[in-house]
């Protein structure tokens, strides 16, 4: 392998019933993988964003914090009634929400997860996407924000004492996303109100900047947005969706693809080249292009640079989801949820399509921090049967399975993919592809799935057929029932053996009737 012995291993979250453990990724000995930490029992489980701490809930009332290159527990809090709780991105505060006993009361409280201490508490009344976790910070906690009533409140992250140190009035905001890398900027979207259309804002963070937006856009037929910012904070993507589609070609109503800069080199609707919602999207590692999964199924996908010129097709067929690994090189277009788990692998850099395989049923679905391996889950209370974890190589080929009684939540140990070495001597053995194999017995033979190379063009599509009404469809079953015949038009091969016995017992009869004249 060509990853340098300095490299971080690979740990891998996995929670049951009984509780949570830390596996060592892949790659295993012996194809099992070995147990780091074992048996936590909790009801929910999550490492921070730099892979540094892991914050187990284990009651309403006890919130353990674990050190992940130990891991050992470094800190308890005990409160009562915590209804949910966040880590910051490094792992230095924790933010818990309790249950209101009072009006006056405040029910959020940070806390310092180094020494135990609350260094501010404010009240919230609810908590939904959109409010928690209550204060964001940038990727670095450089940066501490939270959205108020009409403004954008900003923190000393260091120094929670100091309060509040400046503020952003924006009239009527619902949402706000910070930038991440670095924590430059914060985009504010305001709904439509009294006819006014809806609109994202653009602002820049820094205290002593002017509270006039940066970049701006408005939006008619607009009732959600989803915010995604680039690595580098050079520009946004909004997903701008409405709840009611008035071409009616669609029951979940219409979302349109914006691209928000903060030079102004571009600022209005991405050019996708398919009618239909927006199923997902994603930016690169180096924040240089990014890639969309749009249109009617089957749905395109594409990559696109910073200025929106269509740099890759990855083709078409029944995708919803994209995920694009942390090094950069490679690209999975996959169709979960009500879709039937079919996932294309690519590779960017080459501009060819690796391989195609299937994972059934599946919930999540992430790369490893390395980008070596890619992970599939299939994870109650959203699925109760057929629980179970797979990886894939970054080729698609299978790597690992297990199937569980009851599995609740798998997640890879977050890291920088920066501290990891290439992969360049793997990609030489693309051509090393495994077939998925099932035993006997278990799961439906739908559910056996094997890769298969394929060439850079995309599968042709067969033509659909034409649409029959219900009662046509009918008449066409009993047809060939009644006669052998196919309902699509075309006779089956006994009903062309019985047309030929037909036609000969004619001819016969046809003759013997001259011979008797």
């Not at 016995?501 to 046809?510: D, G």
């Amino acid at each position: 392998m060509s990853v340098a012995n300095s490299s971080p291993a690979l740990e891998i979250l996995v929670r049951e019933p009984g509780g949570l453990a830390i596996w060592n990724g892949p790659p295993f000995t012996n194809n099992q993988p070995s147990i780091k930490l074992d048996r936590v029992p909790c009801t929910s489980a999550k490492f921070s964003e730099d892979g540094s701490k892991l914050m187990v809930i284990k009651s309403e009332s006890t919130i353990s914090i674990y050190d992940c290159k130990s891991s050992k527990e470094i800190r308890s809090f005990e409160s009562s009634n915590i209804l949910a709780a966040a880590l910051s991105p490094c792992g230095t505060y924790l933010q818990t929400f309790q249950k209101v006993s009072s009006p006056q009361e405040k029910n959020v409280t940070v806390w310092k997860t180094e020494t135990g201490e609350s260094v501010y508490t404010l009240s919230q009344k609810n908590m939904t996407k959109a409010t928690w976790p209550s204060i964001r910070f940038s990727s670095d906690e450089a940066v501490a924000s939270r959205m108020a009533t009409n403004e954008l409140q900003f923190f000393d992250a260091g120094d929670f004492s100091k309060g509040i140190v400046h503020k952003i009035r924006i009239p009527g905001i619902a949402a706000a996303e910070l930038s991440k890398k670095p924590g430059s900027h914060v985009a504010a979207f305001v709904p439509e109100s009294k006819g006014m259309p809806a609109s994202v804002q653009i602002y820049a963070c820094a205290p002593d900047s002017q509270s006039q937006p940066i970049a701006r856009r408005s939006f008619f037929r607009c009732s959600t947005v989803q915010q995604h910012w680039n690595h580098g904070s050079t520009g946004v993507l909004v997903v701008v969706q409405s709840d009611v589609d008035k071409t009616n070609q669609s029951y979940y109503g219409e979302s349109k693809l914006n691209y928000l800069t903060l030079d102004g080199t571009h600022d209005g609707l991405v050019p996708l080249r398919k009618e239909g919602p927006v199923h997902d999207v994603q930016w690169s590692y180096s924040g240089k292009e990014f890639a969309v999964v749009y249109g009617f199924m089957p749905a395109m996908a594409t990559i696109f640079d910073k200025k929106c010129n269509p740099l890759l097709e990855l083709g078409t067929g029944p995708y919803n989801t994209i995920r694009w690994n942390p090094k950069g090189r490679f690209i999975c277009v996959a169709g979960f949820g009500n879709l039937p788990g079919d996932m294309a692998f690519w590779d960017y850099v080459e501009k060819k399509q690796l391989g195609t395989t299937k994972a059934e049923w599946s919930v999540t679905s992430e790369w490893s921090p390395d980008g070596r391996y890619f992970m599939t889950a299939t994870t109650a209370p959203r699925l109760q049967v057929d629980n179970g974890i797979k990886i894939f190589h970054y080729n698609g080929s299978l790597f690992f399975k297990k199937m569980f009684e009851k599995l609740y939540q798998v997640d890879w140990k977050a890291d920088s993919p920066d501290k990891f070495g290439e992969i360049e001597e793997l990609v030489k053995s693309v051509g090393s592809l495994k077939v998925e194999s099932k035993p006997q017995g278990q799961g439906s033979k739908s559910s056996q799935t094997s890769v298969k190379p394929t060439s850079t063009n995309p599968p042709v599509q067969k033509k659909p057929a034409a649409y029959q009404p219900p009662h046509a469809k009918a008449a066409a079953a009993k047809q060939t029932e009644l006669f052998g015949g196919s309902p699509s038009g075309e006779m089956s091969k006994n009903a062309l053996k019985n047309k030929k016995k037909r036609e000969k017992q004619r001819e016969k009869k046809a003759a013997e009737a001259g011979g008797a004249d």
